[in-house]
């Protein structure tokens, strides 16, 4: 019975070990292979739809969601001096609706934002410590996290030249005019190679591996 026990604890004591030294190499792998960060996001270039006159929005049909073609009329502007078409600015999808139907505006005034969902791409902000192990034309795991169980393909096509606490107009001092020492992040713009099938929108949470330069 001690026997049996002492074996049952050997090969107990055998595989915490094998799982030890497995996930510490694969761990040591992942930091010599890949640049990691989960702070990253699917982005995409927002296209405003803004009155061109004032008066009052008749035919307004920009349901968010609602794919159109450029010039595609989308509601029309009932001023003093006639009418005036507001039509798609370009080809794409309707990601926000600012407007309702027979509602007055001004010139300017945004009624919503378009977006081409086939010209989406990642953001990554990465640790300024790491940017030197990214390049331009490095290929790039994805992940969406709602698509946990599908992983997209990428390439960097561009590298901020700030930090991310610049690009966000947040100085790193504080009140007292102390100099805060931390470590920035620097923004990586990542091309998606492929949807895989799946609907892409900007503002979805992304995990991104690059590999190291």
Do not use: C
Request: aromatic share 6%; charged share 10%.
């Amino acid at each position: 019975m001690a026997k049996a026990r002492t074996v049952s604890l050997s090969v107990i004591g055998i595989i915490a070990f094998l799982i030890i030294v497995i996930g510490g190499g694969w761990y040591v792998y992942q930091q010599q292979t890949y640049v990691s960060t989960a702070d990253a996001s699917v982005q995409g270039t927002l296209v405003p739809l803004t009155a061109p006159g004032d008066g009052t929005l008749t035919g307004w049909h920009a349901t968010v969601g609602k794919a159109v073609n450029k010039d595609t009329l989308l509601g029309t502007i009932d001023g003093l001096t006639g009418n005036v078409n507001l039509s798609a600015p370009i080809t794409g999808t309707v990601v926000q609706n600012l407007a309702v139907d027979r509602e007055t505006v001004v010139p300017g005034e945004p009624l919503g934002y378009m977006v081409d969902l086939n010209n989406l791409q990642i953001v990554a902000n990465v640790q300024e410590t790491e940017i030197n192990n990214v390049a331009v034309g490095k290929t790039v795991n994805i992940t969406i996290s709602a698509y946990p169980n599908s992983t997209f393909s990428g390439t960097v096509t561009q590298i901020g030249s700030a930090s991310s606490v610049i690009t966000n107009g947040i100085p790193n001092t504080s009140l007292s005019g102390t100099f805060n020492k931390q470590t920035q992040r620097v923004p990586v713009y990542i091309s998606i190679a492929g949807s895989e099938g799946k609907a892409l929108m900007p503002g979805m949470s992304a995990q991104v591996s690059i590999y190291r330069n």
